[in-house]
Each structure stands twice: as structure tokens, then as C-alpha cells.
């Protein structure tokens, strides 16, 4: 009996995960949802009846787990790319001429054959990289930074489009590459549920995909109706025997990627999909040369309004992967791939004022309110106007009729008037010269166009900011106090200035949400640590603009104390090493401002006493000037910094010609091809370590 049972529960997994991806792959279900519902109550009863048969990969395991207390994060073992883009017909022809040129360059193209390609649609959801393990699904992280994500695992595994064990023979390792996303029309059903119960809607579907997978509860997520098609791929390693048997070890460029089971893009496909994970079969498609990928994408422009779910374009990726191992890369972007983006929607509407917001580090931002309009999937009141300078470009007035640009999650603009339509002498729009929340000077400085508002410290608008800077690892490094710490503090009043931080004790922190007594007490205690700093933490945890932590150890240096810094006029600063014009005007601005110099006196109040800072002593690198770039794999830049300054050396933060040394990690970016162009010795981990001695 019981192995019929078993035998009767395979069935069931079996033909609900069928039906699973009937409907949210295909959009096609073979059965009702009276019938799906009752396959899915037999599983749950014989499951109940006999629990030794329940496995976590059951279609009844993804009602979601418990919530969460927070989401950890994952470092991708195979970075997550982002890709270029390209907005005109001329941009696909100069990449399909890139492309050819460099094929037939490495002999992988015929002087009169096409490149070959592969298409995609470009969907509007979260990208999203999965871990598969000897074929279970162990792992699922959001793309973050392309690094680093965020551990989602627990909501992944409520998707049903998502399988939780693969099919046939899978590798000992798979990172599998997608989009989670949600239909128009499922969007619209859980907007107006969410309505019903008075809940917050969402603007649009790809908010509500990522919102839904952000969930701190799985359980939430699991009610939401997500999807999911794979299109890349990441490590694949430990591949069952036979299988890459079929690939061309030989063919040039191959390198590393001969382990794949497959040599072209959509033979990786089709072999992620035999594995049962979802691929959107139905609008991939191959094309030769640029006028094969300007085809397709007029065509599915033609059918984007008709798909069920947002796009915002189509992707070109080279077919071959032989082809794209010898294309490359550059910066984070393949060479081998495009995104050819659809032009973004407009819409014409009554601008009613010109309002300016203060940023969090000050950065003072026109803003249009607008005659609420319908553009790009929302209803738009308000639209960027960048700054001074563009407002007078664009010649945008109050009273003028506007177009209001929207192009997928993309913060709406405006583009300019509608000249036809303006009536009369409209005034210019003049930028104020106090800041509206502070009452503090705005500045602009030469060849800079943004303004910002010089409250620093004082201004409301920037105080969260600031005082994460100020607790920050290499400012005061006040461990524990984070972003939703700071941010209840300061909604909740109890810090208006950096000196309030150091008034702080135990027991008012822990009646605090997600603090308890022994986290109250180890912060209470890191704040009392901090009250001794060198003088170049304090001055860098200040948060004065164009003040790194470098130049603020060399001001300290100089000075020898606060109150010379705050008095010293700008002729004395520039009298400090490698302080230019604009440092020194950004740090006497920065005191002359009244409010600026009593957070200071607050701070001495406290008890905050900054030590003098150490003056470098003869070494190994003295008179060495280091500019780090990319990451090393075994010390992290601070690490870096620490050892060339002990041997007397300079660590700088950009490269010019009196550079000694350039230290290169992975993913080095334009300080690297700067130092390269100006001819620069070059080192890696070990070439620093060999100067240093170690």
C-alpha cells in the first residue's frame, strides 16, 4: 500500500508541475482551476496522511516560510553583467559592424558572411540569479551591485514557475540567470485586492515583482502571482559525462567555456529548458546582420501593446558562444550583446509651479509640479528638471504646456515647452539662494551645475546622511549605528545634530524596534570608543564636500588641531600638500557657516576630544604617492591603505602624473585605463606586497 501511495504522490508532483508550466510559462493551462485545485488538495491529504513522503521540493512546500528578520547577502560566483544600450537604428548598425569586424579579424567570420545572432525580449521585472546543486535549488539572489545580492532563497521558492529540483542529468553546479516578473492583467487583479483591504497599489507590474520578492514574510510573496524565464547563465561546473561531448574544444577562443554543454546561446537554452526551467521560447528568435535584428525589433514593437507583460526592449546577443568569448568585454558590459531600448512615452501637460528639493548630500534639484497626466504606465504630478542651467536650455516656464517623458522605471522629465502654446511673457524661473528646509546658503560652484545647500551638519534634509557618514568604518566607525537606526532617530527627533549621537545610552536604545539590551549596551559602548579620534577621522566624519579621508589626514597633519583648521582662511590651506583651489574653498565655506562651527563646539562638549594626527615617519614607499583601483583578492582596500601608510607611504584617490604606483584589482575601471595612458607603473596584490617586503 504505502508504495502506491508513493507512487500515486510522484504522479501528483509530476503532473501539477506540468500544469505549473502550462500556465505561467505558456499562458496556456490545460485543466480549470476547479481541477488544478483538487489535484493540489489530494497531494496535500495524502502528504498529511503520510508526512515521511513530503519533500522540500513538493508543490506543497511553497506556501513560505516564516518571516524573515532580514536578507543576507550573496556574492555571485560569476558577476551579473549589465548590458549596453542602443536607441537608434544607427546604434544596432555600429554594433553589428563592431561585432563582424572582430569576428572576421580572429577568423570566426567569412569576408562576406553575417554575424549571427540570437534575440530576446528585454523584460520589465527583477533580475534575479538562482543555485542549483546536484540539480536542488539551494540559492536565490537579487543582482545588487552585479557582486553582490541580496539572499531571496526563502521567496524564490514560492514561485511555481520557478522548479525547486531540475529534470534529467544536471550539473554539480548551476547559476542560472532570469527575470522575475508579474502579467499586466494578474497586476491589476492584486492592485485592486490590495485596494479592497485598504493597502498600498503599486504603480506598475515590474514595482509590484520586485516589491513582492522583497517581502521580509515568503508567505506574503507566495500570494503574489510571480514568474519567472531564465535567458543566461553563470558557473556551470560538474557536468554529467557525455554531455559537452557535442562542443568544440578546438575552435578559437574557446577557453573555459568548452565545459558547456552547448557551443551557441540558444543551444543553452534549450538545454535550460529541457532541465524544466522556464524559457520564453515563444519570442527568441535568430537573425543575421543588423538588418535581421532591425526586423525583429520593429516586429515586436508592433506586438509589445498586445503582451501580456511589460517590455521596455529587445536584446541582441551574438549566437555563437566561441564569438563571444573572443568579443569580451568592456568595463561591466559585454561586447557581445545589446539592448536595443523602445523610444520613451511622452505626454503633454500644464506645468503649474517650479519647486526645488534638498538631496541627501545637499544637491538642490528644480522639480516640476505638473497637471497630473497619464505617461509610461503611471500617473505623473511631478518631473525632474535636472538643474539652473538646463531649465534656461530647455527655456521651461511656469504656465507653459510641457512634454513629460517616461521610459520604463526611469524618474520622469520634463523635455521642454510646446513653444505654440505659450501665452504671453512668462517669467524665467530664478533659483532661490537660501535652502528651504535650512535656511543656509546655496552654492554653486564654477564649471559645477549642480548647486546644494551649504547647511552640512545642520540641514535636516542631509542629517541622516551625514551622521551615516560620520559613524561610518573610516570616519568615527561607530559600529552599530546603521541606516534604519539613524533613520528612526531622526524621524522620531532624538538626533538633530552629530554631537546628539554621544548623549545616547543604553536603556532609551533598547525600547527601540529590532534593538535589545546587549545590542543597546555594545553600541553604547562603541560611541564611547569613538570619543577619542584622530583629528583627520573627525575632520573626515564633518562631511565636508570634496574632503576625503586622505585629504582630511593631510589637513590634520598640517594643522595640528581643530581650531586652526577653523580658522585658517584659504590662503593658509592651500599651503597644505596636494590641497588645491576647491578643497580649500569647499573646507572655508564649511566654517564660516555659524551652525557648522557650534556642531563642533557641541561635540567638544560631549566629551569628543580628536587626537593629534600621527606625522608620517621615514619608510620603505616615503615620498610614494598610491592610487587603488578594482578589487584585490585577499586585502581589502583599507587593509591596502594601512600597510602604505605605515611604510610612509600616500594613498590618493585619482590618478594624475605624480603618481608613483597604480595597484590593479579585478574589475579595475578608468583609473586604471588613466594610469595606462599616462604610462604609469602598474602593480597587483603581490607587486605592492613585494615593495612592502612582505
Known amino acids: 500500500m504505502a508504495g502506491t501511495v508513493a507512487e500515486r504522490v510522484a504522479r501528483l508532483r509530476a503532473e501539477i508541475a506540468q500544469h505549473n508550466v502550462r500556465y505561467y510559462v505558456y499562458d496556456d493551462p490545460e485543466v480549470s482551476d476547479a481541477e488544478y485545485d483538487a489535484l493540489m488538495r489530494e497531494l496535500t491529504a495524502l502528504e498529511t496522511e503520510h508526512p515521511d513522503l513530503i519533500t522540500p521540493d513538493s508543490p506543497t512546500q511553497r506556501v513560505g516560510a516564516a518571516p524573515l528578520a532580514e536578507f543576507g547577502s550573496v556574492r555571485h560566483a560569476v558577476p551579473m553583467l549589465s548590458?549596453?544600450?542602443?536607441?537608434?537604428?544607427?546604434?544596432?548598425?555600429?554594433?553589428?559592424?563592431?561585432?563582424?569586424?572582430?569576428l572576421r579579424g580572429a577568423g570566426l567570420l567569412g569576408p562576406a558572411e553575417q554575424a549571427q545572432y540570437f534575440c530576446e525580449l528585454k523584460l520589465d521585472g527583477l533580475a534575479i540569479s538562482l543555485r542549483y546543486e546536484n540539480g536542488e535549488l539551494v540559492q536565490a539572489a537579487t543582482r545588487g551591485d552585479g557582486q553582490t545580492g541580496e539572499?531571496?532563497?526563502?521567496?524564490?521558492?514560492?514561485?511555481?514557475?520557478?522548479?525547486?529540483?531540475?529534470?534529467?542529468?544536471?550539473?554539480?553546479?548551476?547559476?542560472?540567470?532570469?527575470?522575475?516578473?508579474?502579467?499586466?492583467?494578474?497586476?491589476?487583479?492584486?492592485?485592486?485586492?490590495?485596494?479592497?483591504?485598504?493597502?498600498?497599489?503599486?504603480?506598475?507590474?515590474?514595482?509590484?515583482?520586485?516589491?513582492?520578492?522583497?517581502?521580509?514574510?515568503?508567505?506574503?510573496?507566495?500570494?503574489?502571482?510571480?514568474?519567472?524565464?531564465?535567458?543566461?547563465?553563470?558557473?556551470?561546473?560538474?557536468?554529467?559525462?557525455?554531455?559537452?561531448?557535442?562542443?568544440?574544444?578546438?575552435?578559437?577562443?574557446m577557453g573555459a567555456a568548452s565545459t558547456l554543454p552547448r557551443d551557441t546561446h540558444g543551444g543553452m537554452l534549450e538545454w535550460l529548458s529541457g532541465l524544466g526551467l522556464p524559457v520564453n521560447v515563444r519570442f527568441n528568435h535568430k537573425a543575421q546582420g543588423a538588418e535581421g535584428?532591425?526586423?525583429?525589433?520593429?516586429?515586436?514593437?508592433?506586438?509589445?501593446?498586445?503582451?501580456?507583460?511589460?517590455?521596455?526592449?529587445?536584446?541582441?546577443?551574438?549566437?555563437?558562444?566561441?564569438?563571444?568569448?573572443?568579443?569580451?568585454?568592456?568595463?561591466?558590459?559585454?561586447?557581445?550583446?545589446?539592448?536595443?531600448?523602445?523610444?520613451?512615452?511622452?505626454?503633454?501637460?500644464?506645468?503649474l509651479d517650479i519647486e526645488v528639493q534638498v538631496g541627501r548630500t545637499?544637491?538642490?534639484?528644480?522639480?516640476?509640479?505638473?497637471?497630473?497626466?497619464?505617461?509610461?504606465?503611471?500617473?505623473?504630478?511631478?518631473?525632474?528638471?535636472?538643474?539652473?542651467?538646463?531649465?534656461?536650455?530647455?527655456?521651461?516656464?511656469?504656465?507653459?504646456?510641457?512634454?513629460?517623458?517616461?521610459?520604463?522605471?526611469?524618474?520622469?522629465?520634463?523635455?521642454?515647452?510646446?513653444?505654440?502654446?505659450?501665452?504671453?511673457?512668462?517669467?524665467?524661473?530664478?533659483m532661490p539662494t537660501h535652502c528651504p528646509i535650512c535656511g543656509s546658503t546655496i552654492e554653486r560652484l564654477e564649471d559645477e551645475a549642480i548647486a546644494r545647500c551649504t547647511g552640512g551638519l545642520f540641514c535636516p534634509a542631509q542629517r541622516k546622511q551625514t551622521l551615516l557618514h560620520a559613524a561610518g568604518r573610516k570616519a568615527l566607525d561607530i559600529e552599530g549605528l546603521g541606516e534604519k537606526l539613524v533613520e528612526q532617530l531622526v524621524d522620531n527627533g532624538r538626533l538633530k545634530t552629530l554631537a546628539d549621537?554621544?548623549?545616547?545610552?543604553?536603556?532609551?536604545?533598547?525600547?527601540?524596534?529590532?534593538?535589545?539590551?546587549?545590542?543597546?549596551?555594545?553600541l553604547v559602548a562603541a560611541i564611547d570608543q569613538a570619543r577619542r579620534p584622530s583629528l583627520g577621522r573627525l575632520l573626515f566624519a564633518l562631511g565636508i564636500r570634496h574632503v576625503g579621508e586622505t585629504t582630511a589626514r593631510d589637513v590634520a597633519r598640517h594643522f595640528g588641531s581643530i581650531d586652526n583648521i577653523m580658522d585658517a582662511d584659504e590662503q593658509a590651506l592651500l599651503a597644505v600638500p596636494d590641497v588645491g583651489p576647491v578643497v580649500a574653498g569647499s573646507i572655508y565655506r564649511f566654517f564660516r557657516e555659524a551652525h557648522n562651527r557650534d556642531v563642533v563646539r557641541q561635540l567638544e562638549k560631549q566629551g569628543v576630544a580628536p587626537q593629534a594626527e600621527a606625522q608620517p615617519q621615514g619608510g620603505s614607499l616615503a615620498g610614494k604617492t598610491f592610487v587603488l583601483t578594482g578589487t584585490m583578492p585577499n586585502w581589502s582596500r583599507d587593509e591596502a591603505t594601512r600597510h602604505i601608510l605605515a611604510a610612509g607611504g600616500k594613498v590618493s584617490g585619482s590618478v594624475s602624473k605624480k603618481t608613483s604606483y597604480v595597484v590593479a584589482g579585478e574589475e579595475a575601471g578608468s583609473k586604471l585605463v588613466k594610469a595606462q595612458e599616462l604610462g604609469l607603473t602598474i602593480l597587483d596584490e603581490d607587486g605592492l606586497k613585494a615593495l612592502l617586503g612582505q
Open 362 to 430: 545637499g544637491a538642490i534639484t528644480p522639480v516640476a509640479r505638473l497637471k497630473p497626466v497619464f505617461v509610461g504606465g503611471v500617473t505623473v504630478t511631478n518631473a525632474t528638471l535636472h538643474n539652473e542651467d538646463e531649465i534656461r536650455r530647455k527655456d521651461v516656464r511656469v504656465g507653459d504646456v510641457v512634454v513629460v517623458r517616461r521610459a520604463g522605471d526611469v524618474i520622469p522629465e520634463v523635455v521642454g515647452p510646446v513653444l505654440e502654446k505659450r501665452s504671453g511673457e512668462l517669467p524665467l524661473f530664478v
Open 151 to 253: 539572499d531571496v532563497t526563502a521567496n524564490i521558492r514560492t514561485i511555481k514557475a520557478i522548479p525547486l529540483k531540475l529534470k534529467g542529468q544536471a550539473p554539480a553546479v548551476l547559476e542560472v540567470r532570469g527575470e522575475v516578473l508579474m502579467n499586466r492583467a494578474e497586476f491589476e487583479k492584486l492592485n485592486q485586492k490590495q485596494a479592497a483591504r485598504g493597502e498600498k497599489v503599486f504603480v506598475n507590474p515590474r514595482n509590484a515583482a520586485a516589491g513582492s520578492l522583497r517581502q521580509l514574510d515568503p508567505r506574503i510573496t507566495a500570494q503574489r502571482p510571480l514568474r519567472f524565464f531564465a535567458y543566461s547563465w553563470g558557473e556551470v561546473r560538474g557536468l554529467p559525462s557525455g554531455l559537452a561531448e557535442a562542443f568544440d574544444e578546438s575552435a578559437p577562443g
Open 501 to 522: 549621537v554621544f548623549t545616547l545610552d543604553a536603556f532609551e536604545l533598547a525600547a527601540l524596534d529590532r534593538m535589545g539590551k546587549k545590542s543597546a549596551e555594545n
Open 293 to 351: 535584428l532591425l526586423d525583429f525589433y520593429r516586429r515586436i514593437g508592433a506586438e509589445r501593446a498586445g503582451l501580456p507583460y511589460d517590455i521596455d526592449g529587445v536584446v541582441y546577443k551574438v549566437d555563437s558562444l566561441a564569438a563571444q568569448r573572443v568579443l569580451g568585454f568592456v568595463a561591466r558590459a559585454p561586447r557581445w550583446a545589446l539592448a536595443h531600448k523602445f523610444p520613451a512615452e511622452e505626454a503633454t501637460t500644464d506645468l
Open 83 to 102: 548590458l549596453g544600450n542602443g536607441f537608434e537604428d544607427e546604434d544596432v548598425h555600429a554594433f553589428d559592424k563592431r561585432v563582424s569586424d572582430t
